[in-house]
């Protein structure tokens, strides 16, 4: 059941700085150590990330959700879904340029190993391209929730959203899952399809970030 004390709705482009930090703070022991593995990212870099945010809402049609409590206005958790579709309307799917141009690799942070972004980049998009091929889905790219805010169901509220609309389009959803994430996503419907490991230590790094890849079946009639 949602919990009633908190509210999720689209994050406003002016919001994007806010859920910049949220993100930021609570990636730091983990997506950090690959998007920052130099160091504390400084504000110039933090800027571009709230920027990107913001032309992700306005421009590109990036589903970003905020979940706020409603006792405080606090955002306590976030999410980051896209509906990976055909661009031809009434098309069922994606030409394989479309799956590629879906694929460019993003420019480094001043504090990113640049090979290692790519490795991450490289695992996540090789076995999207094996997993989905051409199909749309909605994709959930990143769901966080502050630490003092876990287990209210911020993460379920945010997971369901997507599941909705996915079912409403009558498409699978995809997620590369933490193993900390990966229950939760289960009882939402996802399957595990694979487990994959990124090995930091390849590039100065100290761990093996592991990712449980995930997807959820489609329910109903696909709609263009
Ligand atoms: C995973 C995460 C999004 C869950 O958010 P949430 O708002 O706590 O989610 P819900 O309250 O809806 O669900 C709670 C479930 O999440 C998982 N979870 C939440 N906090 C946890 C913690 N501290 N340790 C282990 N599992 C935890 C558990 O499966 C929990 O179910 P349980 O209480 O029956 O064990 C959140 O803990 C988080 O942001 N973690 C760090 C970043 C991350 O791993 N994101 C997922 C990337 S795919």
């Not at 920052?36 to 990212?41: A, K, T």
């Not at 409590?69 to 606090?74: L, N, Q, R, S």
């Given at each position: 059941?949602?919990?009633?004390n908190?509210?999720?709705?689209?994050?406003?482009?002016?919001?994007?700085?806010?859920?910049?930090?949220?993100?930021?703070?609570?990636?730091?022991?983990?997506?950090?150590?690959?998007l920052?593995?130099?160091?504390?990212?400084s504000?110039?870099?933090?800027?571009?990330?709230t920027?990107?945010?913001?032309?992700?809402i306005?421009?590109?049609?990036?589903?970003?959700?905020?979940?706020v409590?409603?006792?405080?206005?606090?955002i306590?958790?976030?999410?980051r879904?896209?509906?990976?579709?055909?661009?031809?309307?009434g098309a069922?799917?994606r030409?394989?340029?479309?799956?590629?141009?879906?694929?460019?690799?993003?420019?480094?942070?001043?504090?990113?190993?640049p090979?290692?972004?790519?490795?991450?980049?490289?695992?996540?998009?090789?076995?999207?391209?094996?997993i989905?091929?051409?199909?749309?889905?909605?994709c959930?790219?990143?769901?966080?929730?502050?630490?003092?805010?876990?287990?209210?169901?911020?993460?379920?509220?945010?997971?369901?959203?997507?599941?909705?609309?996915?079912?409403?389009?009558?498409?699978?959803?995809?997620?590369?899952?933490s193993?900390?994430?990966a229950?939760?996503?289960?009882?939402?419907?996802?399957?595990?399809?694979?487990?994959?490991?990124?090995?930091?230590?390849?590039?100065?790094?100290?761990?093996?970030?592991?990712?449980?890849?995930?997807?959820?079946?489609?329910?109903?009639?696909?709609?263009?």
């Open positions: 059941m949602p919990n009633p908190l509210q999720i709705s689209l994050l406003k482009p002016e919001e994007a700085e806010q859920y910049m930090r949220m993100r930021h703070e609570v990636f730091r022991p983990t997506v950090n150590n690959i920052y593995s130099r160091g504390e990212p504000e110039k870099t933090l800027s571009r990330v920027e990107e945010i913001r032309d992700g306005v421009d590109k049609g990036i589903l970003y959700i905020k979940c409590d409603k006792a405080t206005g606090e306590i958790a976030g999410a879904w896209r509906h990976v579709k055909p661009g031809k309307e069922i799917e030409t394989w340029d479309e799956v590629e141009a879906g694929f460019d690799l993003p420019e480094p942070f001043d504090e990113s190993h090979e290692m972004l790519e490795g991450l980049h490289d695992l996540f998009n090789s076995n999207k391209r094996e989905l091929g051409r199909r749309p889905y909605y959930l790219d990143t769901l966080v929730t502050l630490p003092q805010h876990e287990r209210r169901g911020a993460g379920s509220m945010l997971v369901r959203w997507g599941c909705e609309r996915a079912d409403e389009a009558g498409v699978e959803a995809y997620l590369e899952a193993l900390m994430g229950p939760m996503y289960a009882r939402h419907g996802f399957q595990a399809v694979k487990e994959v490991e990124l090995d930091l230590r390849k590039w100065e790094g100290k761990e093996i970030m592991s990712f449980i890849l995930m997807l959820r079946p489609a329910k109903g009639e696909q709609t263009p």
